[in-house]
């Protein structure tokens, strides 16, 4: 009896030496708990809590186990909500799409008055003689869904040019400052477009090719107005939960800003960029690029 009872001490000893015990030995920035995180995985494992460190998930388990097991600097209650991996854009104009935040936004309007309207003030906040670009108008919104012209437009706007996309980018309306600058009349055709006419006259009327004919005019940003315009991509982009987006039609310069952003930290969404058909572009990436933020591998062309 003696014996059992010495032996039973050491025995439980024994086992506790031989025991890891490990309680938050290891470092996190942060802890996300309370929480219903989606894995993706094969098993479509739902996990309550996860440790961050660096930007960088360590690890994703049940709370107690992270807890126990993590020592954080912050540790976020998700009030039970659904945490998703980063989306994904297959397909978008990352910097387009920031540009356009520069331009006057026309999406929603109820008819072309209020487009006309919205065009006033933009020019009234941004005086001078350079181009007006807009972009959002959809006439099957409106009272009797016509297509306007550009009659408004000229009493407006004489002497300054202005260019309304559709909300769809393939259609818009020109003043006649802005026709005039691409050498545009009545007469003119563009193959794989359309001029709008009536009464041996321009209404207006920019069909695809006829819009793309202005495309120096949307492309032309220096690098200032390209990086303001994609960080507030990224802030819209971001807030909405995408983490990669694939642009497609970039030229090797705007790749170029990109990478440089990223290598700064300032952009830190994740880009799989098109390139743009062009010879130029081409010399310049030969072949495919890809590191942690950036993919180049791919072309789009047009036909």
Same mark, same amino acid.
């Given at each position: ?149 550009? +009659? @408004? #437009? !000229?009493?407006?706007?004489? %002497? *300054? =040019?202005?260019?309304?996309? $559709?909300?769809?980018?393939? &259609? ?105 058909? +062009? @010879? #130029? !572009?081409?010399?310049?990436? %030969? *072949? =495919?690029?890809?590191?942690? $933020?950036?993919?180049?591998? &791919? ?5």
């Amino acid at each position: 009896m003696k014996t059992r009872t010495i032996l039973l001490p050491v025995t439980v000893a024994a086992l506790l030496t031989g025991c890891k015990f490990e309680y938050r030995n290891r470092e996190a920035d942060l802890i996300v708990r309370n929480a219903r995180i989606m894995s993706m995985d094969g098993n479509n494992t739902v996990h309550t809590a996860m440790a961050i460190k660096d930007g960088r998930i360590l690890e994703l388990g049940a709370e107690f186990e992270i807890l126990n097991r993590y020592k954080a600097k912050r540790t976020y209650d998700a009030g039970l909500k659904a945490v998703y991996p980063g989306f994904i854009d297959g397909h978008c104009h990352f910097l387009g799409y920031g540009l356009n935040k520069q331009k006057v936004n026309l999406t929603g309007a109820s008819n072309w008055s209020e487009v006309l309207q919205r065009v006033q003030a933009f020019a009234a906040a941004n005086p001078g003689k350079g181009w007006i670009l807009g972009r959002g108008w959809d006439q099957n919104l409106w009272p009797g869904r016509q297509v306007p012209t550009n +009659d @408004s #437009l !000229n009493l407006l706007f004489p %002497d *300054r =040019p202005v260019l309304l996309q $559709r909300v769809d980018g393939h &259609a818009a309306i020109a003043n006649q400052a802005a026709l005039d600058s691409a050498g545009f009349t009545a007469e003119s055709k563009v193959a794989g477009g359309l001029l709008g006419t009536k009464d041996g006259k321009l209404t207006g009327l920019l069909v695809d090719n006829a819009v793309g004919m202005f495309q120096k005019i949307f492309d032309d940003a220096d690098e200032a107005t390209k990086r303001k315009a994609l960080l507030a991509a990224q802030r819209d982009c971001l807030e909405a939960g995408l983490t990669l987006v694939c642009d497609a039609g970039l030229d090797a310069g705007t790749i170029d800003l990109i990478q440089r952003m990223q290598a700064a930290g300032e952009l830190k969404i994740r880009v799989y960029a098109m390139l743009a058909d +062009d @010879s #130029l !572009n081409f010399a310049k990436f %030969d *072949r =495919p690029l890809r590191d942690e $933020r950036l993919i180049v591998r &791919a072309v789009k062309c047009y036909a």
